[in-house]
Nanobody, 115 residues
Framework: QVQLVESGGGLVQPGGSLKLSCAAS????????MTWYRQAPGKQRELVAI???????NYGDSVQGRFTISRDNAKNTVYLQMNSLKPEDTAVYYC?????????WGEGTQVTVSS
C-alpha cells in the first residue's frame, strides 16, 4: 500500500520559516519525481516545487528564492524548507509522487501564516 504522509505544518508569523516533510512508503522512492502543491481556500491547487529522481529542481514563481525542495532517498522523504513566509503562503500543502502513469498524493498539511 502506497502512503505519502506530510508533517511539519502549523501557524507561523510573517517572515518566519517552516520545514515540511513527506515520508513515502510502498514505492521505490528514489525513482519517483516528487512535488509539493498547495491549495488555498477558494483557489486552484498550484505547483510549489518539484524535484526529479536526478535531483533537478524547479519552483513556482511565487516561491522562487524563498522555498527549497530537497530529498533524502535513504529516508524515503522529501522536504520543503519555507523561508520568509507571507500571509499569501497560507494553504494546505500536499505532497505528490509520480512516475509514468503512477501518481500518488498525501492528505496534506495546513500552513497558516498570520500575526
Amino acid at each position: 500500500q502506497v502512503q505519502l504522509v506530510e508533517s511539519g505544518g502549523g501557524l507561523v508569523q510573517p517572515g518566519g520559516s517552516l520545514k515540511l516533510s513527506c515520508a513515502a512508503s510502498g514505492i521505490i522512492f528514489s525513482i519517483y519525481t516528487m512535488t509539493w502543491y498547495r491549495q488555498a481556500p477558494g483557489k486552484q491547487r498550484e505547483l510549489v516545487a518539484i524535484i526529479t529522481s536526478g535531483q533537478r529542481t524547479n519552483y513556482g514563481d511565487s516561491v522562487q528564492g524563498r522555498f527549497t525542495i530537497s530529498r533524502d532517498n535513504a529516508k524515503n522523504t522529501v522536504y520543503l524548507q519555507m523561508n520568509s513566509l507571507k500571509p499569501e503562503d497560507t494553504a494546505v500543502y500536499y505532497c505528490n509522487g509520480y512516475r509514468d502513469e503512477l501518481n500518488f498524493w498525501g492528505e496534506g498539511t495546513q500552513v497558516t501564516v498570520s500575526s
